[in-house]
């Protein structure tokens, strides 16, 4: 395996869920949005990566996801971390 380039951020959860996640699931955004308890805008600005992964939410994906909130916490902290490493550079 190759390393991580270290001078690109991390995906940011939403990606992860909108590129690979959600579309092997064969759910639609309002299915996924009323599962997760969230509105069909806020479903959309995390998948978009405007809107963080909080630790609520990454309880309810693993619930959803059957992975345990542990990944999703992870994923948004590593993006954040790099962000705010490299002055909120997008």
């Known amino acids: 395996m190759m390393p991580r380039d270290i001078n690109r951020c991390p995906t940011h959860p939403g990606e992860l869920l909108r590129m690979d996640v959600f579309p ?3 759910m639609d955004a309002p299915k996924i949005a009323q599962a997760l ?5 806020s479903l959309d ?3 978009a990566a405007r809107k963080p992964v909080t630790p ?6 693993g619930q959803l996801l059957g992975n345990g909130p542990g990944l999703w916490i992870r994923m948004q902290a590593a993006h954040d971390d ?3 490493r490299h002055n909120n550079a997008p």
Do not use: V, Y
């Open 37 to 41: 308890g969230i509105s069909c805008q």
């Open 82 to 84: 790099w962000r705010a």
């Open 24 to 26: 092997a699931s064969g």
């Open 45 to 47: 600005e995390l998948l």
């Open 56 to 61: 609520d939410l990454a309880e309810r994906l």
